[in-house]
C-alpha cells in the first residue's frame, strides 16, 4: 500500500468516525470514535498530511 493509499484510508475512515460520533447517543461509544479520530488524526500527522498535532485544530 503506497503512503497516498494509506492516507485516503486514514481520511475515509475519520469521515465514518467522525458520522457515528455524531450520531451516537451512547457516551462510551462518542468518547471511543473521539479516541479513534485522535489516533487517525497522529497516524495522518505522522505520515506528513496534517501541519497541526491538535486534532480539533484540524479543517474537516
Known amino acids: 500500500m503506497t503512503r ?3 492516507l485516503e484510508r486514514l ?3 475519520q469521515r465514518q468516525v ?3 460520533r455524531e450520531e451516537t447517543d451512547i457516551p ?3 468518547r471511543t470514535m473521539q479516541l479513534l479520530d485522535m ?5 495522518r500527522w505522522e ?3 496534517l501541519e ?3 486534532p ?3 479543517q474537516p
Not at 39 to 43: I, K, L, P, T
Open 11 to 13: 481520511r475515509e475512515l
Open 47 to 49: 505520515l506528513g498530511d
Open 56 to 58: 480539533e485544530l484540524e
Open 4 to 6: 497516498e493509499e494509506t
Open 28 to 30: 462510551a461509544i462518542e
Open 39 to 43: 489516533y487517525c488524526h497522529m497516524a
Open 18 to 20: 467522525r458520522a457515528l
Open 52 to 54: 497541526a498535532m491538535i
